[in-house]
Structure formats: structure tokens, C-alpha cells
């Protein structure tokens, strides 16, 4: 079957530093994506990984590994603002073309 | 400016109404999609369509009808909405089904009583 596991809610305080990790298990990989999405509003795209490895950008950074079936996305000098839930997504091609599987996201509250 | 659009943006309805939710996108995107949001569930997608005229089910499309006949629009239909279909609806774009980002249009928060 199909599943994404990711903590439902983190708590950081800014300034500091947060690794949210997620774990998959799908019938077939494609690259995996990190959105962030504010409540009430539209998730965002972060970050996108297919190979092995990290990928930064700016305070964020993802990183991905197939043989274990898990990610991390690391928020640096964490700021207000980026109290929000984020989503955990994998394309699966073992179904159809295009299609996202979304974790149920993890809530981070950042702390003064 | 480039992005995707839904309306209505709330609603409430009641049982068996029939109502249709629109959303268009301007970046001549050939992707697009429909999910639903719900509390605990995360995101759920409901129909895709890979391109004009072509249309698939996602992971929970029971209730809920699509149709793709201009690249631009791709409306979500109900039918008879039912209270068990009170959720927010997001659609979503992209250039293509491969590409690596989707975009998403500001939801649609629906109350069906």
C-alpha cells in the first residue's frame, strides 16, 4: 500500500534550527516535494528531490534517500513566519502519471 | 499574473443540490487536479486530467464528477452533495503531469448541511 508518515506537530523557537523527517512507503518513487502551507491558504512548493542527497536552498534544505524510503526538510534561523504545516509529498508512477500522495502534514509552531 | 483561480471560495449548501465549482488556471498548464482537505486525512486528490478531453479518478472520486474541455478550465462537479463531502477543495496545475511543482488556487471551503 501506499503510506507517508510524517509528526504531526513540532514546536522550535526562532532562530533555531528544525528537521522535519517523513517516511515512505510507495508502490513506485518519482521524486519527493516538500510544500508549505499556512493555514487557511494554499499550499506553496519548497523543495523537490529525486536523487539521493541534499538540496539547499536559502534556510531551507531537503534531503532524500531511496534505499530507506525517507526525507528530512531542515529549516534554518527559523523566523515567525514559518509557523506553518508541512507537507510531505511522493509521485507515484506505479499508478498514474503526475500524481502527488500527500503525508497529513506536520505542524510547526515557532516560538519568540 | 500567473496563477489559478476557484470560485466560489465558501459556500454552503444544503443536501442534494446540485453545485459546481470552477477553476481556471492562465499559465497553459496541461496538469490539472482536484483534492480535498480534510483534518487527520491531509490532502486527498479526487480526479486529475492529463490534458484536454482526458480525465482519470484519484484516490477518493465517489461523488464528485470533472470535466476538461478547454486546457484552461477544469470544474468540479457534485451532483448531490452530501454532508460527508463538507471539506475545503483545492485544484492544482501544472505544466505538465511530469513537471516538479504544482501550483494551487486559494481553495474552496464548502458546507453542505
Known amino acids: 500500500g501506499q503510506n507517508i508518515d510524517q509528526p504531526t506537530e513540532m514546536t522550535a523557537t526562532e532562530g533555531a534550527i528544525v528537521q522535519i523527517n517523513c517516511t515512505y512507503q510507495t508502490s513506485g518513487f518519482n521524486g519527493l516535494f516538500w510544500y508549505q502551507q499556512h493555514a487557511g491558504e494554499a499550499p506553496t512548493f519548497l523543495s523537490y528531490?529525486?536523487?539521493?542527497g541534499l538540496e539547499e536552498k536559502g534556510r531551507f534544505s531537503s534531503f532524500l534517500s531511496r534505499s530507506k524510503g525517507y526525507s528530512y526538510l531542515l529549516l534554518k534561523e527559523l523566523q515567525m513566519k514559518d509557523s506553518a504545516s508541512y507537507l510531505c509529498a511522493v509521485r507515484d508512477y506505479g499508478g498514474s502519471q503526475g500524481n502527488l500522495i500527500f503525508g497529513k502534514g506536520t505542524k510547526l509552531s515557532v516560538k519568540p | 499574473e500567473a496563477q489559478v483561480t476557484q470560485n466560489p471560495r465558501y459556500l454552503i449548501t444544503v443536501t442534494g443540490k446540485k453545485l459546481t465549482v470552477t477553476c481556471s488556471q492562465n499559465?497553459?498548464?496541461?496538469?490539472m487536479s482536484w483534492y480535498r482537505q480534510d483534518p487527520g486525512l491531509g490532502l486527498r486528490q479526487i480526479y486529475y486530467?492529463?490534458?484536454?478531453?482526458?480525465?482519470d479518478k484519484g484516490d477518493v472520486p465517489e461523488g464528485y464528477k470533472v470535466s476538461r474541455k478547454e486546457k484552461r478550465n477544469f470544474p468540479l462537479i457534485l451532483e448531490s452533495p452530501s454532508p460527508n463531502q463538507t471539506s475545503l477543495y483545492f485544484c492544482?496545475?501544472?505544466?505538465?503531469?511530469?513537471?516538479?511543482?504544482?501550483?494551487f488556487g486559494p481553495g474552496t471551503r464548502l458546507t453542505v448541511t
Open positions: 499559465m497553459n498548464h496541461e496538469y
Open positions: 486530467s492529463m490534458n484536454v478531453e482526458v480525465t
Open positions: 492544482a496545475s501544472s505544466l505538465t503531469g511530469a513537471s516538479y511543482e504544482q501550483y
Open positions: 528531490n529525486v536523487l539521493d
